[in-house]
């Protein structure tokens, strides 16, 4: 059960104080306490936890300093969709907004290799009116010998060139705590040019310390990778770690399934899951072509795989694109076979905004459905 404070209560004020002794007198409820910064206030909520069911709403209405009382299911408590749940469905970062209703596309390089490719790139965003990007400095690799990626050595270029061209936002994979400081700390010593999305990676979905420690932070949004070899389910449980630590600044991606059923993609791609995470809980849903399809393998009629599942993804009604693109791919040192050159970003883009378009038709046909009237009564 989550309380929702009226918007000028907080922990100091007395109100709050006798709330406090109100509920430490309920057996077996353990409290967590929430501060969640909206865009115009900042809301105090109160988690209650264990034996609510006996708890009545009209009751928890009426104690000091409650506004509203949501009685959630135990599935996904934080990130989960509720019955009466009006808790603010977005998030603003840097100027962006991320929502269900949203759309932001962040192509960028998988690896950052050189200050040249990250300059080219980010040249090209802009040129592109783009704001997002993703660079990757901490890569998880399978082999110990492989590339590991240039880690805090690049991000003073990274952070720079992002303020140079006018980039918001960067997706950054974390694989330890340390990088969250040191990311922190590169930041800073640049005068904060740019934000960061921490993202962590399938690889580490079930890294419940790395989740715990990522999500005691609100600085810094999230994005989430589904586990490439565990249930959905599984993979928002790990969300939720992230935001009963306090950060539900979250975004799920959704990035393949490891099968050789989905050959010959590199991972079985899963964007019909889009709705699925959308229905479940109030998280943006992010795809990610790139590590799905692993190729730059085209139809007979002149389309990229990539692009094809993109569209599948957006029109699916996905909120947000991680992709990756390279300014010369036979140099990349990861994931070069599936990097899209800079000169398709304009195309890719246009697939993007045609794709969009068409789910937003499918939004008001829907609307037009649901208000009673079938498909097959639609007047001209
Ligand atoms: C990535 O986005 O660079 C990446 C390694 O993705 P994933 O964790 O989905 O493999
Ligand atoms: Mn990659």
Redesign the pocket.
Known sequence: MILILKPHITPETAEYRQLESHLARLQNIELRVHRVQGVEQTLTEVYLIGNTAALLVEDMRSLPGVDHVVRVSEEYRILGRHKDDSRSNYFDYRGVRFSQDTLNVFAGI??VDSPESVEAMMQSLRDNGQVCT?M?AY??RTSPYSFQGHGKNCLPYVFELAGKYGIKVI?M?ITHESHLYEIQEALEKTGNPTGVML??????TQNFELLKSVGRQQEFPVLL??G?GITLDESLHAAEYLASEGNQKVVF?L??MKTNIGDPHRNMVDFAHVPVVKRLTRMPVCI?P??SVGSRSGSPEGILDIMHVTAQGVIAGANMI?V?FHPKPSRAL??GPQALLLDELPGFLEDVRIAREAYEKRLSNSNFYRNGVSVSDKPD
């Open positions: 998988c690896a993703r990757g890569k998880p997706a994979e993202q962590i990676g399938t690889r580490n990778k589904r490439f991606g990035r393949g990610d790139s590590h991680l990756d990861v994931d």
